[in-house]
């Protein structure tokens, strides 16, 4: 059974930073891209970051480019996402996905986090 579990988040205020865990287990994931996204209340799933299981290849959403940078440890099968200088509009809940590169994250063949909140006061 494969399984994403996300930790890391909490309350902070602007400006700190926060590091974000996702542990993934279940199954082998080369060939597939891991991803970070967010939701805020009354908005739509976000892209945020996503970094490929086997190649140093990563993307970032374009709000948080130059913020947050994301990461993995395949020896702990752990996929990071540090976020820097945290805004108010950072605040949501973040899920961890895992997918087949190339394929869609809401597809039949992708893997969801229950989510882990980060609330960002001013």
């Known amino acids: 059974q494969v399984q994403l579990v996300e930790s890391g988040g909490g309350l902070v205020q602007a400006g700190v930073t926060l590091r974000l865990s996702c542990e993934a287990s279940?199954?082998?994931?080369?060939?597939?891209?891991m991803g970070w996204f967010r939701e805020a209340p009354g908005k739509e799933r976000e892209f945020v970051a996503s970094?490929?299981?086997?190649?140093?290849?990563?993307n970032y959403g374009d709000s948080v480019k130059g913020r947050f940078t994301i990461s993995r440890d395949n020896a702990k099968n752990t996929v990071y996402l540090q976020m820097n200088s945290l805004k108010p509009e950072d605040t949501a809940v973040y899920y961890c996905?895992?997918?087949?590169?190339?394929?869609?994250?809401?597809?039949?063949?992708?893997?969801w986090g229950q989510g882990t909140q980060v609330t960002v006061s001013s």
């Open positions: 970094i490929r299981w086997s190649l140093d290849s990563t």
């Open positions: 996905a895992a997918y087949p590169t190339f394929k869609s994250p809401f597809g039949p063949d992708a893997y």
């Open positions: 279940g199954r082998t994931f080369s060939g597939f891209t």
